[in-house]
């Protein structure tokens, strides 16, 4: 990611001075080129056409040309005396940061000594001690620095709760005291994605190197990572967290690549998903449950391309907290599940609404899953499910409403998978069957056989059209 143009004048070490000299002349040069040009306006606006010439001139005319003579003099020494007093003030400018970087660095020594302690509260006053250094960072490099290392801490070998040895109290103990530590920086990481841009303290458009954490818990709702880079790569999710209410990829992205969602419940309901990208490519979801309820989608892109949902359940609709349905709204983004394989478990798309933009199931295969689009409504954009494969499980449209838009089953194959097209609605839509091989869905085909009229929008094969259709 390229920093901004302030961020890279934020982290400019040193100071840079011209010479003396230099500065003196390109002082000078300047004021003498914008006294002529005040002079040369003047003249202009005047309308004058010369100077009337003084053979002879008074006592008066010769006092003012003395007092210009001083002026000129004078205005010269004031203009050395603002390049030095600049330059003084440079000086101490930069002097005040060098001392306050010598003693934030004294702190933050002292502060990442109380990380490395034995003892869970002397960590736990470490933690605190480098969030408040963040705060008071003298620059923004500083501040990252401090961010890297609360980041960094997280990354360390962790050992989850279920891996403990059985029967040692002691080592659960250890346990509980360090995951309040590792859950106090997530909660310190939250509190200062959830302030404003503009507020002092706030860490926004700041980098987040999760990569290879373990989070057996934890509480990031309603954080707004923005612009932030926040890299969540080849994570493990084992234990309840919750996104719920967060703020993604505002121009900028964040990583959930190869991440494994193994136990307990992710929860990123409600979230927003605007603009730049969110990249699931490749994670796993392969136990407990995971929530994409109420988000919306809008803009950028969303992949989860290559994706393995092998166990557990996704679900774009239910919430945590009920069984009531959440709408998800896909919106003018690009949302990609192209390749990803639904080997197992259950992935619920229900009422879930694609107006704009694109949805791509292309080259999915869905074997031994449940996957429902049970009242979802398609009423824009287009949703792709070319070459997909369903081979084994259960997948349901019913109650789906087709009202614009296209959605595509180009050369997909229907082999040995339940897809049920019953009670669907399609106005002004169009479901492309094009090329599809197999056995034609439940509900799709007119239930009156061959001879019924053709539904508005629909394309299938033409070895379908002379099967007699399943009932849904």
Not at 108 to 126: D, H, I, K, M, N
Not at 215 to 231: I, Q
């Amino acid at each position: 990611m390229i920093p901004h143009p302030s961020r890279r004048r934020l982290e400019r070490r040193g100071l840079r001075l011209w010479p003396v000299g230099l500065a003196l002349g390109v002082t000078f040069t300047t004021a003498v080129l914008v006294a002529a040009s005040v002079f040369f306006t003047g003249w202009g606006l005047l309308d004058a056409h010369g100077l009337k010439p003084e053979r002879r001139i008074d006592s008066s005319t010769l006092f003012d040309l003395v007092k210009l003579s001083f002026g000129v003099v004078a205005g010269a020494g004031a203009l050395v005396a603002l390049v030095v007093a600049y330059r003084r003030q440079r000086v101490d400018e930069d002097g005040a940061l060098r001392e306050a970087t010598r003693l934030h660095t004294e702190r933050f020594t002292t502060a990442v000594s109380q990380l490395g302690a034995e003892s869970p509260a002397v960590r736990l006053g470490g933690v605190h001690a480098l969030a408040g250094l963040a705060d008071d960072a003298p620059t923004r490099a500083l501040r990252q620095t401090c961010i890297d290392v609360l980041c960094a801490y997280l990354r360390l070998p962790y050992t989850a709760e279920g891996d403990l040895p059985p029967g040692i109290p002691e080592a659960r103990h250890t346990y509980r005291a360090l995951r309040e530590v590792r859950h106090t920086v997530i909660r310190l990481v939250r509190d200062h994605l959830r302030l404003q841009r503009e507020h002092q303290h706030s860490w926004q458009g700041h980098d987040f190197d999760f990569t290879g954490v373990v989070f057996d818990g934890g509480d990031f709702s309603r954080a707004d990572f923005g612009d932030s880079a926040a890299r969540f790569t080849g994570a493990t999710f084992a234990g309840d967290i919750t996104f719920a209410g967060a703020r993604f990829a505002s121009g900028g992205t964040t990583d959930f690549t190869h991440t494994v969602f193994a136990t307990g419940a992710a929860d990123f309901g409600g979230s927003a998903f605007s603009g730049g990208v969110a990249d699931f490519t490749g994670a796993e979801f392969r136990g407990g449950t995971v929530y994409f309820s109420g988000c919306v989608f809008t803009g950028g892109t969303v992949l989860f391309h290559g994706a393995r949902f092998t166990g557990g359940t996704v679900s774009f609709s239910s919430t945590p907290s009920s069984t009531a349905s959440a709408d998800t709204e896909f919106s003018g983004a690009t949302v990609d599940f192209g390749d990803a394989a639904f080997s197992a478990g259950r992935v619920v798309l229900d009422r879930v609404t694609v107006s704009r933009g694109l949805v791509t199931f292309a080259g999915a295969e869905f074997s031994g899953t449940r996957v429902g689009f049970d009242g979802t409504r398609f009423s824009g954009g287009t949703v792709n499910f070319t070459d997909t494969v369903f081979s084994a499980g259960t997948v349901k449209f019913t109650r789906t409403v087709f009202a614009g838009g296209t959605v595509a089953f180009d050369n997909a194959a229907f082999i040995g998978t339940l897809v049920d097209f019953g009670r669907r609605t399609v106005s002004g839509g169009t479901l492309d069957f094009t090329g599809a091989r197999g056995t034609a869905p439940a509900g799709l085909l007119p239930s009156g056989g061959p001879q019924s009229p053709w539904p508005t929008g629909l394309t299938v094969p033409s070895v379908w059209r002379r099967t007699t259709p399943q009932s849904p």
